[in-house]
């Protein structure tokens, strides 16, 4: 089974060492986002946009066998992340995903195959 060997969290981000595989980053505001708790979850099924304040920051964890429970600085804490909920969730996006949009380096693509 998937399990950290290691958590590591500061106020802004949550780092998790897989067992079997690299560090995933998470900010906190993503995993109060993604909270998995039914409080939460019907939030997400309405379609209502959960009320999170930017400058959220992760508190507490607490061990719950299967994964974690988490303490927000907004008082939340009813959320448990089971590791395989929190392997699938996104980390701080490192650089703009744009299917449809312009790409940057198409001007720089032929420079660097003519330097060759
Ligand atoms: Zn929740």
Redesign the pocket.
């Known amino acids: 089974m998937k399990t950290p060997r290691q958590i590591e969290f500061d106020a802004q981000t949550l780092t998790l060492h897989w067992n079997d595989g690299p560090a995933q980053r998470i900010t906190s505001r993503a995993l109060r986002l993604a ?1 998995p ?1 039914a ?2 979850r019907r939030l997400r099924l309405d379609g209502r946009a959960l009320v999170v304040p930017s400058d959220i920051a992760i508190l507490e964890i607490r061990p719950a066998g299967y994964g974690m429970q988490l303490v927000f600085s907004d008082k ?1 804490e ?2 448990i992340f089971p590791w395989v909920y929190v392997v699938g969730l996104p980390g701080p996006a490192p650089e703009l995903h744009l299917p449809n949009g312009p790409r940057a380096r198409c001007s720089n693509a032929s420079a660097a195959s003519s330097e060759r």
């Open positions: 909270c708790c409080e939460c939340h009813r959320g």
